[in-house]
T-cell receptor
Framework: EAQVTQNPRYLITVTGKKLTVTCSQN?????MSWYRQDPGLGLRQIYY???????DKGDVPEGYKVSRKEKRNFPLILESPSPNQTSLYFC??????????????FGPGTRLTVT | QKEVEQNSGPLSVPEGAIASLNCTYS??????FFWYRQYSGKSPELIMSIYSNGDKEDGRFTAQLNKASQYVSLLIRDSQPSDSATYLCATVRYGNKLVFGAGTILRVKS
């Protein structure tokens, strides 16, 4: 089954304690992204990766890091989480835009609370 | 101005009616448009994509694109309570990024 998986699904942590949210896809997609979703603001892209070892900032990258050492995995790292990073996070992967139909698959989401 | 704008709603329609969801975008060069459905607490799911002016139908869903007026809409015929969700409009920005609107909440009353 084609899917994007994320772990953990729920996480409560304290300010400053480093954490990693893992993301993995089994569709051999080159393009992967991380989004955060906040009420009234919709989905905002944090970082994206166009292929292994190729990453770039999205719209809200401050306070986050990513890496892409393997095609299937794209972890999101919060080196020093702060309460304003409390949010719902989604990982996504997709086919290149040149390929149609153009489909982006989302992971199930990680609800992060930073106290 | 936001790149993709949607009325946040909620839009309430009775069961069996047509629900009409609208979206406007600011980038004139946008070529690809998508509608995602998101149930509460779940991840977005792609339900329609449209790339050229006009209508595209898929079951009870019809997407309409008007590039001259820079709007895209989604019609849901014979609305069902199970259609109650948040509907996200998205387009591909220059640089190959998907940009989302904040979403419209749809409530279908039985």
């Amino acid at each position: 089954e084609a899917q994007v998986t994320q772990n953990p699904r729920y996480l409560i942590t304290v300010t400053g304690k480093k954490l990693t949210v893992t993301c993995s896809q089994n569709m051999n997609h080159e393009y992967m992204s991380w989004y955060r979703q906040d009420p009234g603001l919709g989905l905002r892209q944090i970082y994206y990766s166009m292929n292994v070892e190729v990453t770039d900032k999205g719209d809200v990258p401050e306070g986050y890091k990513v890496s892409r050492k393997e095609k299937r995995n794209f972890p999101l790292i919060l080196e020093s989480p702060s309460p304003n990073q409390t949010s719902l996070y989604f990982c996504a992967s997709r086919t290149p835009h040149r390929d149609r139909p153009y489909e982006q698959y989302f992971g199930p989401g990680t609800r992060l609370t930073v106290t | 101005q936001k790149e993709v704008e949607q009325n946040s709603g909620p839009l309430s329609v009775p069961e069996g009616a047509i629900a009409s969801l609208n979206c406007t975008y600011s980038d004139r060069v946008s070529q690809s448009f998508f509608w995602y459905r998101q149930y509460s607490g779940k991840s977005p799911e792609l339900i329609m994509s449209i790339y050229s002016n006009g209508d595209k139908e898929d079951g009870r869903f019809t997407a309409q694109l008007n590039k001259a007026s820079q709007y895209v809409s989604l019609l849901i015929r014979d609305s069902q309570p199970s259609d109650s969700a948040t509907y996200l409009c998205a387009t591909v920005r220059y640089g190959n990024k998907l940009v989302f609107g904040a979403g419209t909440i749809l409530r279908v009353k039985s």
